[in-house]
């Protein structure tokens, strides 16, 4: 794996054949799941029999800047002429076909989820996004998606023929069963993600501002996940939980090290996601990894992510119903254990990283004839 982005830089591999270039926008080292899956992908193509090199894009995406666009177009006419073009989606969906027209190498997408499907995006910014990348996508010789749903989606609303469209599911390392907490009631609960529109936390904190309202609380909530994506929503969701009196029940922890993480996931008893909508879900993935029941919303791929029976799944956007799904569950220690057996059943059954790196480079082979 190595980063460029100027004709210098790749100047001292005229020499070398290069395979494929993975063009990401920002920083790479974020703690998103997004990210994850590119910072893991890149890591392994080269096992997979990929020489790839990491393009780092304008961060400006998905709302790029004009000079974000040049600098772009800069960046790709720099590129080996012979490699393709692995983009991910949070770039080049919001990419203007002018732009895209004059990459005269071959393009895979890699789409984690629809830029227009974000939560929080203004209508009207939402319509220009589903246009541009309707646009982009058939300009795009292949398409990876990282699940069925969304593979799904890409096919019935942006009109992507599926025999271009392949999936490549995330991977997720083992681990070991979560220990979880000494408390009553199954009571630690851990939500995991950015701090961003699409994940929901306003409807878990109002789930657990009824909960709290009906019951003891003995429940506590750690939030795991970055804070700097969308500071009005973090700074929202602060007022929210002062203001239902749960600040000492709801942490904000920010984001952490895979090795504290680790030991959020290993503490906890209960995992809970209020996503609007996830492409895939790697954070469900994980939790079933370490048998953790799981409450969950059926918001995109994520009704598919996790088995039913190691789940209780509620629809997006419905405190109440969310309110009575944590209720039910720490309520009743017997479904906690069933729903914990069977996460650690299909746990031991999720793609790796190895396969999912296989897949891709397989899909690039096929991208250069």
């Not at 961060?59 to 772009?72: F, I, M, N, V």
């Not at 990419?95 to 890699?110: G, Q, T």
């Not at 749960?246 to 996931?265: H, M, N, T, V």
């Not at 799981?294 to 598919?304: F, K, L, R, S, Y």
Request: charged share 20%; net charge negative; with cysteine.
């Amino acid at each position: 794996m190595r980063g460029r982005g100027s004709k210098a830089q790749w100047a001292e591999m005229s020499a070398e054949i290069m395979t494929a270039v993975f063009a990401i926008p920002g920083d790479i080292t974020l703690p998103t799941g997004g990210y994850a899956y590119d910072r893991e992908v890149l890591a392994r193509l080269p096992a997979a029999g990929v020489d790839v090199a990491h393009l780092v894009l304008p961060g400006g995406y998905p709302e790029p800047s004009p000079e974000d666009l040049a600098r772009t177009a800069e960046q790709i006419a720099a590129t080996p002429p012979g490699a393709v073009l692995l983009i991910d989606g949070l770039a080049y969906g919001a990419m203007p076909a002018e732009l895209i027209a004059r990459f005269d190498r071959p393009i895979i997408a890699l789409v984690h989820h629809p830029l227009c499907l974000e939560a929080g995006v203004a209508p009207a910014r939402a319509e220009e996004l589903r246009a541009l990348e309707t646009r982009a996508l058939s300009m795009a010789r292949r398409v990876i998606v990282t699940s069925p749903m969304t593979a799904r989606t890409l096919a019935v609303d942006f009109g992507v023929p599926t025999g271009r469209i392949t999936v490549a599911e995330p991977g997720t390392d083992a681990a070991p069963r979560a220990k979880g907490s000494a408390r009553s009631g199954g009571g630690a609960l851990l939500a995991v993600g950015s701090i961003v529109p699409r994940k929901g936390y306003d409807v878990l904190v109002r789930a657990l501002e009824i909960d709290a309202g009906e019951h003891d609380p003995g429940w506590h909530l750690t939030i795991v996940g970055a804070v700097d994506r969308s500071p009005p929503t973090v700074e929202a969701l602060r007022a929210q939980i002062a203001r239902a009196g749960l600040d000492a029940r709801i942490e904000i922890a920010g984001p952490k090290s895979r090795a504290e993480l680790d030991a959020f996931y290993d503490c906890a008893d209960i995992f809970v996601l209020a996503s609007h909508y996830e492409g895939y879900g790697m954070v469900l993935a994980e939790a079933l990894a370490r048998g953790l029941p799981i409450v969950t919303t059926t918001g995109g791929a994520a009704a598919e992510t996790v088995p039913d029976a190691a789940a209780l799944k509620v629809p997006p956007g419905e405190p109440h119903i969310l309110q009575q799904a944590l209720r039910r569950i720490m309520d009743d220690a017997a479904l906690r254990g069933r729903l914990a057996d069977a996460a650690w059943s299909a746990g031991q059954n999720l793609p790796r990283w190895s396969h999912t790196a296989a897949t891709i480079s397989k899909v690039i082979e096929e991208a250069r004839v």
